[in-house]
């Protein structure tokens, strides 16, 4: 439970921390991806409008006479409020506009007034246009009276010794809609992105943390189960030790050989736990040596061969009839390898079984050899098949059997995948289990 809720922690932290630099960059990006576009869209506004005024002021420089209608048309297409001034007073351009009301002539001081302490500031040979006759100065403000922003323009024609302006307005409102527009769209997909992290990064973390959270679930299983399968033996041993005080000589030996046999199941467990620790390090050496495979299994029929004629189980051996090449590995491991593959057979056999031990070259002679351990015993279940070779696993029903401690082939499995080889495991079509090792030459 504890591990339990050490993962859930560490799994929010991971999807915390995958998920929040992610959203921080994401946000970032967009932030500077807006102000580039913003920026970009300011100023192509004006300088379209800058056009528009040369535009006008061309135009207006070829003319005698400046055309109400032509000035309506202009106002009406680009959104512009335009003014024209004489001797200072604002009047009517266009006949839509019946009378300066309050508000244009609101507007047009101060659009004029930006427009003069703009003039005071800047030397006059910076106007940005000038023409004999005719000079216009671009600028920028903002109303005090509506806060509303505007591009201006005033076009100075003197003609004739008389002085006529032209003020022309460009609104920024349309410009901030489209803005606020665009802002509004980066938050929503900013969200979404935000959310669809959150989302993968839970997902993602929870991948990458499972693994680690089996494999400290099977550790503790596994110590449960080890410090389970020490105290027995130890018990037995100290239970014995007590008595051996008080026994006479007779019962002594009796005491002394049941010491001995618990020693050594001791001993078998933790060999195999230092074997296992071992080939999770570099320490796990094969010593490889040109040995001959049939001798091996050999050897492996002659060791387990009592053990078989005691349980009533028949054991065969069969080597191929030609030759064989020697086999460069290291025979104490394989020798090992063998021997848990038919100490297993043995225990999951029932009597007046079979076992064979069969060596043979593989389909390709070039793959090496093949080792099988055919059994008809009580067979493995497809879900077992999946996790037999993993370290510290057992299926439910050996967990009561003594001596098993779900680490035999987790250990062939390191030692064959150390000499480059394969262990697989498949289904007896008699009952029973095939275990293959492919070994090369
Ligand atoms: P154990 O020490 O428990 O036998 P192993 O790693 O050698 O551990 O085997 C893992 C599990 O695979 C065993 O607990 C058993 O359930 C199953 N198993 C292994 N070999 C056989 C077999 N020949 N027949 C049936 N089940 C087997």
Same mark, same amino acid.
């Given at each position: 439970?504890?591990?339990?809720?050490?993962?859930?922690?560490?799994? /929010?932290?991971?999807?915390?921390?995958?998920?929040?630099?992610?959203?921080?960059?994401?946000? *970032?990006?967009? /932030?500077?991806? %807006?102000?580039?576009?913003?920026?970009?869209?300011?100023?192509?506004?004006?300088?379209?409008?800058?056009?528009?005024?040369?535009?006008?002021?061309?135009?207006?420089?070829?003319?005698?006479?400046?055309?109400?209608?032509?000035?309506?048309?202009?106002?009406?297409?680009?959104?512009?409020?335009?003014?024209?001034?004489?001797?200072?007073?604002?009047? +009517?351009?266009?006949?839509?506009?019946?009378?300066?009301?309050?508000?244009?002539?609101?507007?047009?001081?101060?659009? %004029?007034?930006?427009?003069?302490?703009?003039?005071?500031?800047?030397? $006059?040979?910076?106007?940005?246009?000038?023409?004999?006759?005719?000079? =216009?100065?671009?600028?920028?403000?903002?109303?005090? &009276?509506?806060?509303?922003?505007?591009?201006?323009?005033?076009?100075? *024609?003197?003609?004739?010794?008389?002085?006529?302006?032209?003020?022309? /307005?460009? @609104?920024?409102?349309?410009?901030?809609?489209?803005?606020? =527009?665009?802002?509004?769209?980066?938050?929503?997909?900013?969200?979404?992105?935000?959310?669809?992290?959150?989302?993968?990064?839970?997902?993602?973390?929870?991948?990458?943390?499972? $693994?680690?959270?089996?494999?400290?679930?099977?550790?503790?299983?596994?110590?449960? #189960?080890?410090?389970?399968?020490?105290?027995? @033996?130890?018990?037995?041993?100290?239970?014995?030790?007590?008595?051996?005080?008080?026994? &006479?000589?007779?019962?002594?030996?009796?005491?002394?050989?049941?010491?001995?046999?618990?020693?050594?199941?001791?001993?078998?467990?933790?060999?195999?736990?230092?074997?296992?620790?071992?080939?999770?390090?570099?320490?796990?050496?094969?010593?490889?040596?040109?040995?001959?495979?049939?001798? %091996?299994?050999?050897?492996?029929?002659?060791?387990?061969? @009592?053990?078989?004629?005691?349980?009533?189980?028949?054991?065969?051996?069969? %080597? $191929?009839?030609? $030759?064989? #090449?020697?086999?460069?590995?290291?025979?104490?491991?394989?020798?090992?390898?063998?021997?848990?593959?038919?100490?297993?057979?043995?225990?999951?056999? @029932?009597?007046?079984?079979?076992?064979? +031990?069969?060596?043979?070259?593989?389909?390709?002679?070039?793959?090496?050899?093949?080792?099988?351990?055919?059994?008809?015993?009580?067979?493995?279940?497809?879900?077992?098949?999946?996790?037999?070779?993993?370290?510290?696993?057992?299926?439910?029903?050996?967990?009561?059997?003594?001596?098993?401690?779900?680490?035999?082939?987790?250990?062939?499995?390191?030692?064959?995948?150390?000499? =480059?080889?394969?262990?697989?495991?498949?289904?007896?079509?008699?009952?029973?289990?095939?275990?293959?090792?492919?070994?090369?030459?």
């Amino acid at each position: 439970m504890k591990g339990f809720i050490m993962f859930r922690k560490a799994h /929010l932290l991971f999807t915390l921390l995958c998920a929040g630099s992610t959203t921080a960059i994401t946000i *970032i990006m967009s /932030l500077l991806y %807006l102000q580039v576009a913003e920026k970009s869209l300011y100023d192509s506004r004006f300088r379209s409008f800058q056009n528009d005024v040369s535009t006008i002021t061309a135009s207006l420089e070829q003319s005698t006479y400046v055309s109400m209608q032509w000035l309506a048309k202009i106002e009406a297409q680009n959104g512009y409020v335009i003014f024209i001034v004489d001797n200072g007073v604002p009047f +009517l351009h266009n006949t839509l506009r019946s009378k300066i009301d309050y508000d244009s002539q609101l507007l047009f001081d101060e659009s %004029l007034a930006t427009h003069n302490s703009m003039l005071q500031i800047e030397a $006059p040979d910076t106007r940005s246009n000038s023409y004999s006759g005719i000079w =216009h100065a671009e600028y920028e403000f903002t109303s005090p &009276s509506t806060s509303d922003s505007y591009y201006g323009s005033l076009i100075h *024609i003197e003609h004739n010794a008389a002085l006529s302006q032209i003020m022309i /307005l460009c @609104p920024q409102t349309t410009m901030h809609t489209s803005i606020l =527009h665009q802002r509004t769209l980066f938050l929503l997909i900013d969200l979404a992105a935000v959310t669809a992290l959150f989302i993968f990064s839970w997902i993602f973390t929870g991948r990458l943390l499972k $693994p680690l959270q089996e494999n400290q679930e099977n550790q503790m299983q596994f110590m449960a #189960a080890a410090s389970h399968e020490l105290r027995t @033996p130890l018990s037995v041993i100290l239970a014995s030790h007590e008595c051996c005080l008080s026994a &006479s000589d007779e019962e002594r030996a009796g005491f002394s050989h049941t010491i001995r046999k618990e020693g050594r199941r001791m001993n078998n467990l933790i060999n195999d736990m230092l074997t296992l620790a071992r080939s999770g390090t570099s320490r796990f050496l094969i010593e490889r040596r040109s040995v001959e495979p049939d001798t %091996l299994c050999l050897n492996a029929y002659e060791a387990f061969e @009592p053990l078989c004629r005691q349980k009533n189980i028949a054991l065969s051996l069969s %080597l $191929p009839e030609v $030759p064989l #090449a020697r086999c460069n590995c290291d025979p104490d491991r394989i020798s090992q390898v063998l021997s848990i593959l038919l100490h297993n057979a043995v225990s999951y056999t @029932p009597e007046n079984g079979k076992i064979e +031990l069969k060596l043979s070259y593989h389909k390709d002679r070039r793959a090496g050899f093949e080792i099988t351990v055919t059994d008809t015993g009580i067979g493995i279940s497809a879900e077992d098949k999946r996790h037999i070779f993993d370290r510290f696993y057992r299926a439910e029903k050996s967990r009561s059997t003594k001596g098993h401690f779900g680490l035999g082939l987790a250990i062939a499995h390191e030692i064959v995948t150390a000499h =480059h080889g394969k262990i697989t495991v498949q289904d007896n079509p008699k009952g029973g289990s095939v275990f293959v090792v492919r070994l090369p030459e």
